[in-house]
Every structure is written in structure tokens, then in C-alpha cells.
């Protein structure tokens, strides 16, 4: 499944994880400079990585592509990077 993350426009730090359908999947929450965590809330599919932590967004990005089995890239209007598992 892909997953696309939007930065949440009134929570500084946080992104919002949702499918191509803009289905709800989750929230990354970044706790301090090199501490990124995932919150799947009750969804399945990111079931087992909410206790997970990474340093970058763009290792937390890499873990959900590899997970999810797709693509986890950046909504459109915030630099285009796009990860594939």
C-alpha cells in the first residue's frame, strides 16, 4: 500500500500518514531533532511500528514503505521524495 505524509498545519512536527484514497493511517510526531515516532492509530496495516523509533523522517518514510509494501512519499507541495520498500 502507499502511503503519502503531509506535514499537519497546525502541529509543528507532526505529519499526517494517509493512502492514496486519503484515508486516515496515522501521525509521525517528531520529539526532538533525532527522535521520530510513529502513532498508527488502530490501523492494521502500521500495526507493530508505533513502538518503533527513528532518527530522521526520512528513516521513519523508509521504514513505512519497507512495512507497507509501497511507495511512502511526501504530499505534493512539500519537496517530492518518494521512498519505495
Known amino acids: 500500500m502507499d502511503v503519502v505524509v503531509t506535514p499537519a498545519e497546525f ?3 507532526t505529519w499526517i500518514l494517509s493512502d492514496r484514497l486519503q484515508r486516515p ?6 520529539v526532538s531533532l533525532s527522535l521520530f515516532i510513529i502513532h498508527a492509530e ?7 511500528m ?3 523509533t527513528f532518527s530522521s523522517l526520512d528513516s521513519v518514510m523508509s521504514a513505512i514503505a519497507k512495512h ?3 511507495e ?3 504530499s505534493s507541495g512539500v519537496d517530492n521524495v518518494k521512498l519505495r520498500g
Open 11 to 13: 502541529r509543528p512536527g
Open 25 to 30: 493511517l496515522g501521525t509521525i510526531t517528531e
Open 42 to 48: 488502530g490501523n492494521p496495516g502500521l500495526a507493530g
Open 50 to 52: 508505533e513502538t518503533a
Open 68 to 70: 507497507m509494501k509501497g
Open 72 to 74: 511512502c512519499q511526501l
